[in-house]
């Protein structure tokens, strides 16, 4: 088999080497990359940044474990710098796995708010995150078209209780938060089409600031909402994250998957380029001995 | 009149639906909310018979010696156990014979199995009287065990550790794994597919690269690509999904009229 032959017909075991090796690489090395943010997720954090002490940002966890990588890193990184500023938070999560990846985020980011930090150059004092007061995590229920409206109607129409049990009624923080009326922005982070029933049945229908939070492969389908402004701002895929952490000054997962995503991406265009190399020399030279 | 009732059903809750949007009348709202709270019940009853139908499909594929049939007995007594840590909760210190009862649960399972997957009746006697048996003991040990009780109407179960623990190490690791395993697939198939074989197909590749290299410092010319990338999500991109988005607008209106109106009959069952 001719050179230009094999560089068309490698066997994909050798990709899946290369891929590996690049990505063990890449995680085990130190360097940095830098990231350049875009509008699209700029706006988002103006709007978080922009809200006064006490505003209200419902989360919506819409993604199971399958999109972790992700969309993980934007929920810890949003509601840190929501924790942070004193921002209240109703999470939900319509995805069936959603409520697991809610609970572990809690946990992570309740752990990390509790020390001093330092963002953008402001110190951050730790503070113990309530439940109830600081957060309130409504849970999972089926049918989320359903539940998208009844949310809009009243919280406690969908969700009588929270996801640990307490009458809606009776939890501090949902005093005074009737729908979304009371709501300042929310936020879906989703790696499936619940975005859809946001869009169509929330922002459609309410009228609330909606802002994305979405896998890479679900990017280029919703910029046409920002564009008509029914969304405030996208952030797409690991690249998002890690715009926004950047952002948040909070580096954390996002960062190191960027490490290991852009070298990756690298090898992906070099084995695509060597099969084209290797189908327009082929192509050539039949061409050639055609005419020979 | 069997049809006959469900189409119109079908044709009065439609247009209720279609009109009760621009009518903001608290009467309104009210029958709407009753309705939403509908929905929810006859999903939970679609939840029980999916429960059914998972276990009746494992059991058909033991019976009819399916390869890979064995992983059914995983499939249930994983959602057994998952079910049975949500509703459960320890009430002191320790677990006693928690992890005893757990197993003995999964065991009587693994019995209810095989006794609908036998056709031999001697088989089906032995696989009924080890269900009995696995029963009654598992029912013993939870009622004389005190260290763990039943949550079945309020939610301490949630914060059973077991259930966390199965979550957080295994089902998570589990589900980011296969997605990940999409890496490599896509790198091979992109390796094969991506050939610039036309004119199109050179254009889908060109965009391709170029959204793929933004924002990668490591190319030549990166602050370039980027802004082409951009352009190209925010140009041919939009205008591209846009047309789609309005188009699936109207193919869902369309649908819903054809619904309500009884011309599309498929949610019967039946063209």
Redesign the interface.
């Known amino acids: 088999m001719e050179l230009f032959e094999r560089l068309m017909k490698?066997d994909?075991r050798w990709?899946?080497l290369l891929?590996?090796i690049v990505c063990v690489w890449a995680y085990a090395s130190s360097f940095s990359?830098?990231?350049?943010v875009?509008p699209e997720v700029q706006s988002i954090y103006d709007k978080v940044e922009g809200l006064p002490e006490g505003s209200v940002v419902l989360v919506a966890i819409d993604y199971?474990?399958?999109?972790?990588?992700e969309l993980h890193p934007m929920t810890y990184a949003l509601v840190e710098q929501c924790w942070r500023k004193k921002i209240k938070t109703i999470f939900t999560a319509l995805s069936m796995?959603g409520p697991?990846m809610c609970?572990?985020a809690i946990r992570d980011i309740t752990d990390s708010v509790s020390r001093d930090k330092e963002y953008n150059g402001v110190m951050y004092k730790g503070r113990e995150v309530v439940n109830g007061v600081d957060y309130c995590f409504l849970g999972y229920?089926?049918?989320y078209a359903?539940?998208i409206?009844?949310m809009g109607?009243a919280f406690n129409?969908?969700y009588p209780?929270d996801?640990?049990?307490t009458p809606l009624d009776e939890v501090p923080m949902m005093r005074g938060i009737i729908n979304y009326d009371q709501v300042d922005l929310v936020v879906d982070i989703s790696g499936g089409n619940i975005t859809d029933a946001w869009i169509s049945y929330g922002q459609g229908r309410f009228g609330f600031d909606l802002a994305l939070g979405l896998t890479g492969v679900m990017t280029?389908?919703y910029?046409?909402y920002l564009?008509s402004g029914q969304i405030i701002g996208i952030m797409g895929g690991l690249?998002g994250a890690a715009q926004y952490e950047k952002l948040t000054d909070n580096p954390g997962r996002a960062k190191d998957g960027m490490r290991v995503q852009?070298?990756?991406?690298?090898?992906?265009?070099l084995?695509?380029v060597?099969?084209?190399v290797g189908?327009?020399a082929n192509k050539w030279r039949m061409k050639r001995e055609g005419r020979a | 009149m069997r049809r006959q009732i469900p189409f119109g059903l079908v044709f009065i809750f439609g247009i209720f639906m279609v009109f009760q949007f621009f009518v903001p009348h608290e009467k309104s709202?009210w029958v709407?909310?009753f309705l939403?709270?509908w929905?929810?019940v006859i999903?939970?009853f679609a939840?029980a018979l999916g429960i059914w139908s998972l276990f009746k499909v494992s059991v058909e594929k033991i019976k009819q010696g399916k390869e890979g049939g064995n992983y059914s007995y995983i499939t249930l007594v994983g959602l057994y156990m998952m079910m049975a840590f949500g509703f459960t909760q320890q009430t002191g210190d320790g677990w006693g014979l928690y992890f005893l009862w757990i197993m003995l649960c999964s065991a009587c399972i693994v019995s209810l199995m095989r006794l609908r997957a036998s056709t031999d009746s001697g088989k089906k006697r032995m696989w009924a009287l080890a269900s009995g048996g696995l029963l009654v003991a598992a029912v013993l040990v939870a009622i004389f065990d005190d260290a763990w009780a039943f949550f079945l109407y309020?939610?301490?179960g949630?914060?059973n550790s077991m259930f966390?623990i199965f979550?957080?190490h295994i089902?998570?690791?589990?589900?980011?794994t296969?997605?990940?395993l999409l890496?490599?697939y896509?790198?091979?198939a992109?390796?094969?597919a991506?050939?610039?074989?036309n004119v199109l197909a050179s254009l889908l590749?060109l965009a391709?690269?170029l959204v793929?290299?933004r924002?990668?410092?490591?190319?030549p010319g990166a602050e370039y690509v980027?802004n082409a990338s951009?352009w190209l999500?925010?140009v041919p991109?939009?205008a591209a999904?846009?047309a789609i988005?309005i188009g699936i607008g109207l193919g869902i209106v369309g649908t819903a009229l054809k619904i309500i109106l009884g011309i599309e009959r498929g949610y019967m069952g039946r063209g």
């Open positions: 490698l994909r990709v899946f891929l590996i990359v830098p990231i350049l875009m199971d474990p399958n999109n972790l990588a796995n697991g609970v572990q229920k089926p049918y359903i539940v409206l009844g109607q129409q969908p209780t996801y640990y049990g280029a389908q910029y046409p564009g690249l852009l070298p990756a991406h690298l090898v992906i265009i084995f695509i060597m099969g084209n189908f327009f | 709202e709407y909310e939403l709270d929905i929810i999903g939970i939840l309020t939610p301490e949630l914060e966390e979550f957080d089902m998570m690791p589990i589900l980011a296969m997605f990940s890496a490599f896509i790198a091979s992109a390796y094969r991506f050939r610039a074989r590749l391709a690269l793929m290299s924002f990668n410092p490591f190319i980027a951009n999500m925010n991109n939009l999904q846009r988005v």
